[in-house]
Nanobody, 124 residues
Framework: QVQLVESGGGLVQTGGSLRLSCAAS????????MGWFRQAPGKEREFVAT????????YYADSVKGRFTISRDNAKNTVYLQMNSLKPEDTAVYYC?????????????????WGQGTQVTVSS
């Protein structure tokens, strides 16, 4: 089992930036892919970005491509989500998740452990 703790959320104006972090413990960090999901009020949880265990493979939702960057530091057991050019529609609770495999994954069923979530609010 993997334990995950997110940090870095907050309130930012449209066009601003935030960096989310997610610290992992419990399994060899490089042995599993990581992902970020988000859930806005009244909406289903949606995929944002994923990165392979090695860090060489990444994949993004179309809605964030070109604005968000996922990365990981396997020496620090931490995954990051750099969010630039933020829009009000990016407002949501953001969750990091540990996949059940090393290669990139995009659906919630591919992930076995979840963080508690961190709120991101983008004001217009």
């Amino acid at each position: 089992q993997v334990q995950l703790v997110e940090s870095g959320g907050g309130l930012v104006q449209t066009g601003g930036s935030l960096r989310l972090s997610c610290a992992a413990s419990g399994r060899t960090f490089s042995s599993y892919a990581m992902g970020w999901f988000r859930q806005a009020p009244g909406k289903e949880r949606e995929f944002v970005a994923t990165i392979s265990g090695s860090g060489l493979g990444t994949y993004y939702a179309d809605s964030v491509k070109g604005r968000f960057t996922i990365s990981r530091d396997n020496a620090k057991n931490t995954v990051y989500l750099q969010m630039n050019s933020l829009k009000p529609e990016d407002t949501a609770v953001y969750y990091c998740a540990a996949a059940k495999r090393r290669t990139i994954a995009t659906t919630p069923a591919d992930f076995g452990s979840w963080g508690q979530g961190t709120q991101v609010t983008v004001s217009s």
